[in-house]
Nanobody
């Protein structure tokens, strides 16, 4: 059974940091591009960051550039999202999703096939 499991969410004050993890079971992540997406209450889901299967290409939403870093450790079958300088507007449920490498790399949530259950990130003073 293919599963993605996010972890690392929580509550943090503005300016703080969190590191989200996306761990796969039932398949190896090195054959997949991975994206992080988020959805805040009352808002549409939006892309945050994506990384190609090799890690050679990454993309970031303008709102997180310079603050968030995506990385992957294929040996650990895990992708990370390091989030620094967090802002209240970063509050959302964060999801990771996988897209098979054979389909090519894109960073669009509609193109991603397998999804995790999400992890809540709350930034508040």
């Amino acid at each position: 059974q293919l599963q993605l499991v996010e972890s690392g969410g929580g509550s943090v004050q503005p300016g703080g940091s969190l590191r989200l993890s996306c761990a796969a079971s039932g398949f190896t992540l090195d054959n997949f591009a991975i994206g992080w997406f988020r959805q805040a209450p009352g808002k549409e889901r939006e892309g945050v960051s994506c990384i190609s299967s090799s890690g050679g290409r990454t993309d970031y939403a303008d709102s997180v550039k310079g603050r968030f870093t995506i990385s992957r450790d294929n040996a650990k079958n895990t992708v990370y999202l390091q989030m620094n300088s967090l802002k209240p507007e970063d509050t959302a449920v964060y999801y990771c999703a996988a897209r098979p490498r054979i389909r090519g790399y894109v960073c669009d949530d509609a193109a991603y096939t397998f999804w995790g259950q999400g992890t809540q990130v709350t930034v508040s003073s």
